[in-house]
């Protein structure tokens, strides 16, 4: 139990473009999931928090207009980056936590974003 | 905010000793600790976590120790495989509804044969 999905698991892009991220949790329900940035070498770093039903919660320096956050249900969240730019070029990993529990994540397989 | 640092940043040990890494965190009303594993484009791994309310807790090779005076935080691993050469991740997060993990930079272990 407790797995989450991310497509794609790989995505090329040209500069200038948007690219959408989807996170789904499988065989549970989350109302919150974490959207994660990790540059290779580096540790994860937290986007967002993303609350069903409402909005997301940014951490300070992620602009809010370029990596929109959608969770439009207990199983789904999107991470769509636009106008992306070579500097984007990063694995995002979501994470989800079920209902019932207040602290562990499952944490989906990322997706790899190379923006050209 | 909490911040969560950890040392050190690489680690080599020879196959069969153990391996210590250390963790510190600032926010005091973070009581969930959890340990990730990682490997080269994998997602993280959970291999280990514990809470405020306990002090110690062990699973085969792994242990993990918490200090919440000092707010410090170690992982343990004995007796050392080849398949344990990975990056180690400690992280923490505040126990509530909302509560976030932030993770440590990082340690990339290496296991010599």
């Known amino acids: 139990g407790a797995v989450v999905s991310q497509h794609p698991s790989w995505v090329i892009c040209k500069s200038g473009t948007s690219v959408k991220i989807e996170c789904r949790s499988l065989?549970?329900?989350?109302?919150?999931m974490f959207w994660y940035r990790q540059f290779p070498k580096q540790s994860l770093m937290l986007m967002a928090t993303s609350n069903e039903g409402s909005k997301a919660t940014y951490e300070q320096g992620v602009e809010k207009d370029k990596f929109l956050i959608n969770h439009a249900s207990l199983t789904l969240s999107t991470l769509t980056v636009t106008s992306a730019h070579p500097e984007d070029s990063s694995f995002y990993i979501c994470?989800?936590?079920?209902?019932?529990?207040?602290?562990?994540?499952?944490f989906g397989p990322g997706t790899r974003l190379t923006v050209l | 905010g909490e911040n969560v640092e950890q040392h050190p940043s690489t680690l080599s040990v020879q196959e069969g000793d153990s391996a210590v890494i250390k963790c510190t965190y600032s926010?005091?009303?973070?009581?969930?600790f959890p340990w990730y594993k990682q490997e080269l484009g994998k997602r993280p791994q959970l291999i280990i976590d514990i809470r405020s309310n306990v002090g110690e807790k062990k699973d085969q090779r792994i242990a993990v120790t918490l200090n919440k005076t000092a707010k410090h935080f170690s992982l343990h691993i004995t007796e050392t495989q080849p398949e344990d050469s990975a990056v180690y991740f400690c992280?923490?997060?505040?126990?509530?509804?909302?509560?976030?993990?932030?993770f440590g930079s990082g340690t990339r272990l290496s296991i010599r044969p």
């Open positions: 992280a923490a997060s505040p126990y509530s509804s909302a509560s976030k993990i932030i």
């Open positions: 065989d549970f329900q989350a109302t919150t």
């Open positions: 926010d005091s009303a973070s009581n969930y």
């Open positions: 994470s989800a936590r079920p209902l019932e529990v207040l602290d562990e994540q499952f």
